[in-house]
């Protein structure tokens, strides 16, 4: 277990580094790499989660190595993938966000009638937490299959913290995709849940938001999953 004492300091300081030196133009989350005061790790805010409720290390990079570290007072750069700042870039802000999305984490004994009451409530979007490679009960299928009737957006990602959905390997699996619910490979739950209700602020045409909601644009989806 980690001391009692804050570690927001040095948080600050790797933070206040990377805004000003990093050369990515990228949103970051700057949190202690180990327990030490060694290292602040640089982690893309599109792959990161809070694995631990106290730890100072407690903010991990899922599926991928984090993008840079901060070591006694210059960022180290640790990939060669990212987005690299550009002064002749002009910034257009799209903040507008339909809330009207739900994050529905699927267990044994889920009542199908909370995807039901998300269609009634004139919901646009559900992303079902799903369990392995993408699951959910058979006795949620026709629940399912209504939303995607009237025109919502089902997408599926998973419980596990790594690794990637594959709706291919198992029938339950492919049925749920010929339903026409949508694999997002290995895009968190909180991601998809935020991507999808930016998407749906951005268009209302439901083709073009399915196709925006696949489209890789921050690194929140993995070419392939790795290993670490």
Known sequence: EDRPSSDAALNLI??????????????????????????????????????????????????????????????????????????????????????????????PSMNPRFIELCIEMGYKGIILEGTGLG????????????????????????????????MNVYTNGRDLLAIGVIPLGDMLPETALVKLMWVLGQTSDIEEAKNMLKTNIANEISAKTIYI
């Not at 640089?42 to 901060?70: E, L, M, Q, Y």
């Not at 699951?135 to 790594?162: L, P, Y």
């Open 14 to 107: 790797g933070a206040v580094l990377t805004a000003a030196k990093a050369p990515f133009a990228e949103v970051v989350v700057a949190m202690h790499e180990t327990i030490s005061d060694k290292a602040i790790a640089i982690h893309r805010g599109t792959k990161v989660r809070k694995c631990h409720t106290s730890r100072r290390d407690a903010f991990k990079s899922i599926n991928i190595k984090p993008i840079a570290r901060v070591l006694d007072g210059r960022v180290v750069m640790l990939t060669d993938n990212y987005r690299r700042r550009d002064s002749d870039r002009r910034l257009r802000l799209k903040a507008s966000f339909d809330e009207k999305v739900a994050l529905i984490k699927f267990y």
């Open 135 to 166: 699951h959910v009960g058979r006795h949620c299928f026709d629940a399912i299959r209504k939303a995607i009737e009237n025109d919502m957006i089902v997408a599926m990602t998973s419980q596990c913290i790594w690794g990637r959905v594959n």
